[in-house]
């Protein structure tokens, strides 16, 4: 059905047409119209054949003015450069190397000494020639090896550019303090600061046993033979720990610093605390000073204990064999130090992954830390 616009209801008509339909005006009418359509001229394909052409090089004069140019700036930015470094600000020159050559020479007195060129390396605290005992050769050579990987003055500020003469000038400081018999000293500071760690070692630090929460199936899915991070935890520190209470704090008992289940750290007996409190006092410079180095890099006073004692000229005797026994306890190195050391973290990265840059580099770090206490505790001797 067609209505007119003259018989729809008002009310239908939209309010813009309805004053016009009033006044009895004709609607207008719009039409909408479309062009003709015209289909696409496809061009033509290039008639020409093999590769396209190369692009458009600048003049020749106008790249060669630019490349002169920036030669220039460069040399005046150069000898600008060296001006300051020479005569404005003497402090940059700590950006070049000063030293050619790096040597190690012997004192009358027998002494180790490294030397850049004509001048000898220092103890930073004292200023004084920083002297190697004569049975650590081995440590002086590591330690001009140390300076000779140097690429400016400045990395020298830096400790862990320069570990061995920072853990060689922590002991002749404690070396020179010991004869001065100053009191208050810092051998005593050293000790009450390692025997924190005794309360909370982390090869005394075991984990809880499994329970309903952990991810039974991602733990199994590692080839452990079905070994718990608690049960490998144990089985690697009792042979450390049956070591130290039987060649070196003998008859004392050291129990673990977390109970199954508890977050609160166990103290040790006092009477294994005094003990190992009585034994560090009594260790050399060069002993105290490697020991402080291990225990702040593997947080492990036990395991530190363990390393030195391997290693030390001081303490050859307490690693050979006695009278009655079947074979040599088994080498103590860096490899092993470092496994006790990161028990937890190797289980963690096992079932997650390592983070790039972040594991890796603490793994190799920790190592090279504990390396450095072999070198400064091991002699000729």
């Not at 062009?35 to 696409?40: L, M, S, V, W």
């Not at 363990?306 to 005797?317: K, Q, T």
């Amino acid at each position: 059905m067609k209505l007119s616009a003259s018989k729809v209801p008002i009310a239908f008509i939209h309010k813009s047409c309805q004053s016009s339909l009033a006044f009895n005006h004709t609607p207008s009418c719009y039409h909408f119209h479309t062009g003709t359509p015209r289909g696409a001229t496809p061009l033509p394909l290039p008639s020409a054949v093999g590769p396209p052409p190369a692009a458009p090089l600048p003049a020749a004069s106008q790249y060669g003015e630019q490349v002169n140019r920036r030669k220039r700036q460069a040399e005046l930015l150069k000898r600008g450069q060296d001006l300051r470094a020479s005569h404005m600000k003497p402090g940059s020159a700590l950006k070049k190397r000063f030293w050619k050559d790096v040597h190690v020479k012997t004192t009358p007195e027998g002494h180790h000494t490294v030397h850049l060129d004509g001048r000898p390396v220092r103890a930073p605290t004292t200023k004084s020639v920083l002297p190697i005992p004569p049975s650590k050769p081995h440590l002086a050579s590591a330690i001009a090896l140390e300076w000779d990987l140097l690429v400016s003055a400045q990395q020298a500020l830096k400790q862990h550019h320069i570990p061995l003469t920072s853990i060689a000038s922590r002991a002749y400081d404690i070396a020179l303090q010991d004869e001065r018999q100053a009191p208050g000293d810092a051998r005593q500071e050293m000790v009450t600061m390692l025997m924190r760690y005794l309360d909370t070692d982390t090869l005394l630090c075991w984990a809880p046993a499994r329970s309903q929460h952990d991810a039974m199936q991602l733990e199994e899915s590692v080839d452990r033979a079905n070994k718990s991070l608690r049960e490998i935890q144990i089985r690697v520190a009792r042979p450390i720990i049956s070591y130290l209470t039987t060649n070196i704090w003998p008859g004392i008992e050291i129990k673990p610093v977390l109970d199954d289940g508890s977050i609160v750290p166990a103290s040790q007996p006092q009477e294994t605390r005094d003990v190992i409190r009585g034994w560090i006092s009594g260790l050399g410079p060069w002993e105290l000073a490697g020991l402080e180095r291990a225990v702040l890099a593997g947080k492990s006073l036990c395991v530190a204990a363990r390393l030195v004692v391997e290693w030390s000229e001081n303490f050859r005797s307490v690693n050979e064999p006695t009278e009655g026994a079947s074979k040599k306890p088994p080498k103590f190195g860096i490899e092993e130090a470092a496994g006790a050391c990161s028990l937890e973290v190797s289980w963690q990265t096992g079932m997650w992954g390592e983070v790039e840059d972040s594991h890796d580099v603490d793994k190799e770090d920790l190592k090279r830390q504990f390396g450095s206490v072999i070198l400064i505790v091991s002699g000729t001797s």
